[in-house]
């Protein structure tokens, strides 16, 4: 899986800091930058993604608020 082909992630600067990010072993850090990049309409997250059910929920969760909002 490539952050470019797989999750549409074109920007230079996010795709370099999530390379850093896991270059330097903080995966959560890294985690939390493609949900942030992939789910823009959200802006940062208050708290890192520290488990991948973190990162499942809360892509979740925001599907069921669109879905209550249309």
């Given at each position: 899986m490539t952050?470019?082909d797989?999750?549409?992630i074109?920007d230079?600067?996010?795709?370099?800091e999530v390379?850093?990010?896991?270059?330097a072993?903080?995966?959560h850090?890294?985690?939390?930058?493609?949900f942030?990049?992939?789910?823009p309409a959200?802006?940062?997250?208050v708290?890192?993604?520290?488990?991948?059910?973190?990162?499942?929920?809360t892509?979740?969760?925001?599907?069921?608020?669109?879905?209550?909002?249309?």
């Open positions: 952050l470019e797989d999750l549409h074109r230079a600067r996010i795709l370099r390379r850093d990010a896991v270059t072993k903080h995966f850090i890294a985690c939390t930058k493609v942030e990049a992939t789910h959200n802006g940062s997250l708290e890192s993604i520290n488990h991948p059910n973190h990162y499942f929920e892509s979740y969760g925001l599907t069921d608020v669109k879905a209550e909002e249309s």
